[in-house]
């Protein structure tokens, strides 16, 4: 990787870092998640949201982003720091239409919130995985999965650029929020039909542009680590999807999180085995 590549994925790593640390403990923190007001980040600009973390609730962020996109009866089957630890723009364990005997990976699992309702949705004859770069997510995540006594997930420390699982072993690949976060997302999009079987299946969340929207235009618009200005355009997606191998993809908008900015379903196939 550059060296520009590999600062943004430091940055990226200590704010999320940051964020595991918050869900568990009384504090406010800036991630500058989106063009909002709802509150002012540490160096008082008002034009980048930050969240509010309690131990006994869910986060408060910039509009379109955490806990509050998940269904109620969805966040009371999990610890409240599971929930708490949510910033995601979606909720990708209802795009995946998962299945009872299904083998899960999730991309960037944070604090484990898709990878603990994935491994219910799959039942004990499915199993769940979560991979995430940053030890305080893990270690956070490893705490959810114990007190939810979920016996059918596994934690795994690594990038979504080179994911810690054999070609073909997963299902579906699900990610919330997540790939507009690397500095090399063909390589995830790779990893991704890598590690699924043919016939296997993405179902993720992310922020993506309009088409019109430049590199330069999504950049004034928030920040990398805020999900904003790292994001791939519709076209983007679905031409590096094709790159990928992938094919029947597809990029929905769900609502939008900054001007000419969504949070999108995106979904696509492995081709099967011929």
């Known amino acids: 990787m550059t060296d520009q590549a590999n600062e943004t994925r430091e940055r990226v790593r200590a704010a999320y870092a940051a964020a595991a640390v918050a869900a568990t403990q009384d504090v406010r923190f800036p991630l500058a998640i989106a063009g909002s007001t709802s509150c002012t980040s540490s160096a008082g600009d008002p034009t980048t949201s930050c969240c509010e973390v309690t131990p006994r609730g869910a986060p408060t962020i910039g509009t379109g982003f955490g806990a509050s996109l998940y269904f109620a009866d969805q966040q009371g089957e999990l610890p409240a720091e599971a929930v708490a630890a949510s910033l995601g723009c979606g909720n990708p364990t209802a795009v995946a239409d998962l299945h009872e005997g299904e083998t899960v990976l999730d991309l960037g699992s944070g604090g484990g919130i898709d990878v603990l309702l994935s491994a219910r949705r799959v039942g004990p004859t499915g199993f ?35 994911v810690p699982l ?87 908008f769900t609502h939008e999180v900054a001007q000419g900015m969504h949070s999108a379903l995106v979904r696509a196939v492995k081709p099967a085995a011929h």
């Open 128 to 162: 769940a995985y979560g991979v995430d770069m940053t030890d305080e997510m893990l270690a956070l995540a490893e705490t959810n999965r114990a007190r939810a006594g979920a016996t059918n997930v596994r934690f795994l420390k690594g990038t979504i650029e080179g």
């Open 166 to 252: 054999a070609d073909a072993s997963v299902d579906v690949v699900i990610s919330n929020c997540v790939i507009n976060l690397a500095a090399d997302k063909p390589a995830v999009l790779a990893e991704m039909a890598r590690v699924l079987v043919p016939g296997g299946r993405i179902g993720v969340t992310d922020v993506v542009a309009d088409d019109d929207l430049s590199p330069t235009a999504r950049a004034e618009r928030g920040s990398f680590v805020g999900c904003i200005a790292g994001a791939l355009s519709r076209s983007e997606y679905l031409d590096g999807l094709a790159a990928a191998g992938f094919v029947d993809a597809e990029v929905a």
